[in-house]
């Protein structure tokens, strides 16, 4: 036969993930009896014993199926596990897992399970007669565990055992299912960085503001002079007694109103205003360092209400931080 001449029937049967099959090779033939291996006589012989007794009442009540849905995990499970291991002989190409486990695997759980179960069960019945004093005649679940742990043997622990490991050697070599692959590593998830305010930016916030009003002072002095344009000095000149000049909002360049309200004596809190400080005063930086003295020769201008402090400004532009704001006269 030429190779050019496709293979029809791989064409047609292409590869799936459901098949899991990694490689066609023609696998031996394994001996056994009624196209069963010993394993698998074993197990549907130990599972009828099982099934049988499970019609006798257990000692201490009625038999198991007359116990509502009690029967599922002692009986129900492990019936399912034997009825697909002889479906698998009669067809092959049917069902070859339950979820991501395959046959023998489902089988190994179902047993091992109902193994549990029973010998809960078994648990409670002796520490009742251990404190009860009384015993009654069981049998029935005696004879459901030594037959789940014969099922556990001949399913978990059969690849170890001679004459018994013979059904797992050979096989075809499957992928595992997509559910039973190994997992992907799991990270913390990365949290967006928050920005924060640096020393530097608000030092630039504050020198802009500086050079505002620079600017606006030096267009003032452009102008000829008026009692409205006199320096704040000459304003002030009366001291304590005299009286604050009136303020402008334009005045403060680059000043934004706080949208805070209003505080109890009924002035907007984010608006500027004029104070007048009964004795000499520091006012500070952002650093703590004394930049000028306010007193009570001249009024001075407060840009912001920090609450226990007040941002104020100096006539030359100067702008700092004034903390004892004790007996303050507001203008």
Known sequence: ??????????????????????????????????????????????????????????????????????WILPLGVPTVAVFLIVLRRFSPDGIRRVGSLGIDQFASVAFSVAAVWWIQQLWQYIAAMSQTGTS??????????????????????????????????????????????????????????????????????LAAIDDAFVDDTTHDADQPASDESLPLTEHASGGALGTAPELDEDYVPGYARSSRGDDETGEMI???????????????????????????????????????????RHDDGRVGYLHDIADITKG
């Open 1 to 70: 036969m030429s190779t050019d001449i496709p293979d029809e029937s791989f064409t047609e049967e292409p590869f799936t993930e459901e098949d899991g099959v990694l490689y066609e090779e023609e696998v031996a033939p394994q001996h056994g009896v009624l196209g069963f291996t010993i394993r698998e006589l074993l197990i549907v012989a130990i599972w009828l014993v099982m099934f049988i007794t499970s019609f006798f009442p257990i000692g201490w009540s009625a038999a198991i199926w007359t116990q509502g849905i009690a």
């Open 136 to 205: 009654l005649n069981i049998w029935v679940p005696w004879v459901q565990v030594v037959a789940l742990l014969v099922l556990v043997v001949l399913t978990v622990f059969a690849p170890i055992i001679p004459g018994l490991r013979d059904d797992f050697r050979g096989r075809l070599v499957t992928l595992a299912h997509r559910n039973a692959n190994p997992v992907r590593p799991v990270i913390a998830r990365p949290r967006p960085e928050r920005p924060v305010a640096s020393p530097a930016a608000a030092d630039e916030e």
């Open 270 to 312: 984010g608006q500027p205003f004029w104070v007048l400080a009964p004795t000499e005063r520091d006012v500070f930086d952002e650093t703590g360092e004394a930049l000028f003295r306010v007193g009570p020769e001249a009024w001075v201008l407060v840009i912001e209400d920090r609450g226990g402090s007040y941002l104020v």
